[in-house]
């Protein structure tokens, strides 16, 4: 089943990567990809890869992970396909946002490398200073498209007025929709709030009052936003109705403010309505493609093209144009995403780019789960205190697709090959069943996951407030210089509210980074000490071992 080089399936497989890593295997792969990802050392070392940089990022918890995956996961639904101006538009909030940090190419950022004017809107939109939820708003409505029921026309219009007097519970939700998104409403709302401006400076050309009673100059984008774009905004349920009266009252009456409103209805909207630039990018994974140095995609195996001019050639935008700055800010490697990356981003991990990087003094928490990853037979045996005999033991033959537990009156193997799994009752009869394809698709997930041994399935799911430290302390009675102890530790919030210490404590083999022990502890804010809850010993039979010993057992 291993497949040594590179091949079409490894292709196919890139794209399933990360639903791989997420457990979604079941649901989204193939059951001939997952066979294939299995037994390919090639697709499993990218894996790994996958799962180190995710780590790694997982250290800045500055970015919005489920967000930032979403969006990701709709980049890479571009691979391939031509992309031009509208596609890119609802991107651009999301990538003007400070909160989300995009270090790698993707179709969409490889149009803005391409595309000055989605550059320049892309600006205009950092400039405006929104806040990360009005910056979802403002993709939403880019993607949003109006109906074209002319009632609904009518009815947006009547509601004009009260849009413009900023009094949204005398309106309703559909309304505001509508005038968001359709482009000769949403001018009609823009032409009467021009009319009530004109008169309102008129009114105040003179007038001294308003003078230092509200901070106008201070007033910024992400004040008037919901007045300006009252996009998703529902009077019946609006969180911040009770906070509007406070600014509205002035900004009805300011022409200051209403000018700054104008304003931003000119800048979004501008943006919005403006039209394909006749740049249009095709972005392709290409494992023989390599940039030149000096180039933007140097390093990644990443080939774009210009569909309007059949070109390949790579831009050359200067550094002070980039939208997205693709390459790490230093020489450590810096975070690309905290949780989430798409499948098909996998194909920046082949050229080690960000794996080329030294590795920092001691090892790596994610080192271990690679090490784990490559063996090929593991013996699990699981201790509780006050305990002499192991609760539980485990035997994996990943070669064999082999997966045996047994416990005080129960042994199981489950035999992914024979698509049994057979179970034996202390001295009773031994049962078998045939495997369903769900189950036999979680089983071979299981065999090649790291089999509980690891704190967390993934580096990727482990705490951002987790604490990774070499354990020297002699009490610890390591016997070796060939072992090294490492702990994690993290807080953990209880279904009361309070929060427990988890420790996990591991006993390496510093030659191959291979656990050869475990230890689980906690502890209360009403513990002294750290209390044990588990050890577990680990050792990596030879291919002989076990189903030899799953037939000792079940015969």
């Not at 997420?22 to 792969?29: G, L, T």
Request: some cysteine; proline content about 6%.
């Amino acid at each position: 089943m291993t497949t040594p080089n590179y091949n079409k399936l490894c292709a196919e497989a890139e794209r399933h990567y990360f639903d791989f890593l997420r457990d979604e295997a079941e649901q989204s792969i193939p059951i001939e990809v997952i066979d294939h990802i299995i037994g390919c050392h090639h697709c499993r070392e990218q894996m790994s890869r996958l799962e180190a940089m995710l780590a790694e990022s997982k250290k800045h918890p500055q970015t919005q992970p489920a967000q930032t995956t979403a969006i990701l996961k709709l980049h890479f639904s571009f691979v391939g396909k031509p992309v031009n101006c509208t596609d890119t538009r609802p991107f651009l909030p999301n990538l003007s946002d400070p909160t989300t940090q995009i270090r790698i190419p993707t179709p969409i950022t490889a149009h803005i490398d391409n595309c000055e004017q989605c550059r320049e809107d892309s600006k205009k939109l950092q400039n405006l200073g929104l806040s990360h939820k009005q910056l979802i708003t403002l993709g939403q409505l880019f993607a949003d498209e109006p109906g074209a029921d002319e009632t609904d026309c009518t009815a947006a219009r009547e509601a004009i007025p009260t849009v413009v007097a900023m009094a949204f519970g005398r309106t309703d939700a559909k309304s505001l929709r509508h005038l968001s998104l359709c482009p000769k409403c949403r001018q009609e709302l823009y032409k009467f709030r021009q009319t009530i401006l004109e008169q309102t400076k008129i009114r105040h050309n003179k007038d001294e009052t308003q003078k230092g009673v509200f901070p106008c100059s201070s007033a910024g984008a992400g004040d008037i936003f919901d007045y300006c774009i009252p996009y998703g905004i529902d009077p019946t349920s609006d969180e911040y109705a009770k906070f509007r009266k406070s600014l509205t009252t002035h900004v009805v009456c300011c022409d200051e403010c209403l000018d700054k409103i104008q304003q931003l209805h000119k800048t979004i909207y501008t943006i919005a309505e403006r039209p394909e630039s006749g740049v249009v990018t095709v972005f392709h994974i290409d494992t023989t493609a390599r940039a030149e140095t000096e180039s933007i995609y140097a390093g990644f195996p990443v080939r774009v093209e210009m569909a309007n001019s059949g070109s390949q050639e790579q831009p050359h935008i200067e550094e002070h144009e980039k939208v997205v700055k693709l390459r790490p800010a230093s020489k450590k490697l810096r975070p690309l995403l905290k949780i989430a990356i798409p499948a098909a981003a996998l194909i920046m991990l082949g050229v080690g780019l960000f794996f080329n990087v030294p590795a920092a003094k001691g090892l790596g928490i994610e080192q271990i789960y690679r090490a784990i990853d490559a063996v090929k037979n593991i013996h699990i045996t699981s201790f509780v205190p006050d305990k002499q005999k192991p609760v539980q033991e485990v035997w994996v033959a990943r070669s064999s697709g082999l997966y045996v537990t047994k416990t005080e009156n129960k042994c199981t193997l489950w035999d992914i090959s024979a698509g049994v799994t057979k179970t034996k009752y202390g001295i009773g009869a031994i049962g078998t069943t045939s495997l369903s394809e769900n189950v036999m698709v979680s089983m071979k997930a299981k065999i090649h996951s790291s089999l509980d041994i690891m704190p967390f399935r993934t580096p990727t799911d482990i705490p951002a407030n987790a604490k990774w430290s070499e354990i020297t302390d002699s009490e610890l009675a390591v016997k070796t210089s060939n072992t090294k102890v490492y702990e994690l530790s993290w807080a953990e919030n209880t279904y009361d509210g309070s929060k427990i210490q988890r420790i996990w404590r591991i006993f390496t083999d510093a030659s191959a980074n291979l656990p050869q022990k475990i230890q689980w502890f906690k502890q209360s804010a009403s513990d002294s000490q750290p209390v044990p809850e588990s050890i577990m010993i680990i050792e990596y039979p030879g291919d002989k071992e076990i189903p030899a010993k799953a037939e000792a057992m079940l015969f």
